[in-house]
């Protein structure tokens, strides 16, 4: 014979108490970008034009200069495995097609047209690269470069300690030191 349970009228829920504050922030599109790209892309910050990453790596420069407004944005690089690296990166942030990785050697592209020039190269490429960019960059041009400065240049700021710092150079005020320069060793 079937029976009826008492079914109590006002159910309770238990409460539990919110969930504390996680540790650490969850990565996202707020979490902190590496110290060095953000400094790098701090001394671009309200500039204009196109923007080349020479030696683009893994993409991460060419991504955050596009994400800043920097348009168009681009990377040269030698390593096809890199540039897949780089592509996908870019798909997975959804800027496939928004920004370019193209496999050519930085030494041998003109760049006439780059109103902003990124550099993490090593120490030994500098003053080849330094005469490169006398002879091509337009005067309102601005390089940043990480990790190790141009020997030959003073820059116009600089921002970070160690390894994060960056440093960044206006083609005109290095036009107008070097012209000086060679003014001064003719007298
Ligand atoms: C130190 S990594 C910097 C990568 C990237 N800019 C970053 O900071 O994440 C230098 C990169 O330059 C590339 N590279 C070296 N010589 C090159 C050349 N002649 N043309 C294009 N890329 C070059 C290397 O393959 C390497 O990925």
């Known amino acids: 014979m079937p029976g009826f349970r008492r079914v109590p009228l006002r159910l ?3 409460r539990h108490p919110p969930d504390p504050p996680s540790p650490s922030p969850r990565p996202g599109p707020l979490t902190p970008l590496p110290r060095q790209v953000a400094n790098a892309l701090a001394l671009l910050r309200g500039r204009a034009g196109k923007t ?22 681009l990377g040269y690089e030698l390593n096809p495995w890199l540039l897949c690296l780089a592509n996908y990166r870019a798909w997975k942030a959804g800027c496939h097609g928004k920004v370019s990785f193209l496999k050519k050697d930085l030494w041998k592209v003109n760049l006439s047209d780059c109103h902003n020039v990124i550099v993490f190269l090593a120490p030994s490429v500098k003053p080849p690269l330094a005469t490169k ?3 091509e960059l337009p005067d309102d041009a601005r390089v940043v470069a990480g990790r190790f400065p141009f020997p030959c240049w003073t820059p116009s700021s600089s921002l970070g300690q160690g390894l994060e710092q960056v440093w960044a150079y206006d083609m005109k005020e290095v036009r107008r030191e070097a012209q000086g320069s060679a003014q001064e060793s003719q007298v």
């Open 12 to 14: 309770q829920v238990p």
């Open 52 to 73: 080349v990453d020479l030696g683009s790596g893994d993409g991460r420069l060419v991504l955050e200069a596009h994400k800043q407004g920097l348009r168009p944005a």
């Open 133 to 135: 960019l006398l002879a």
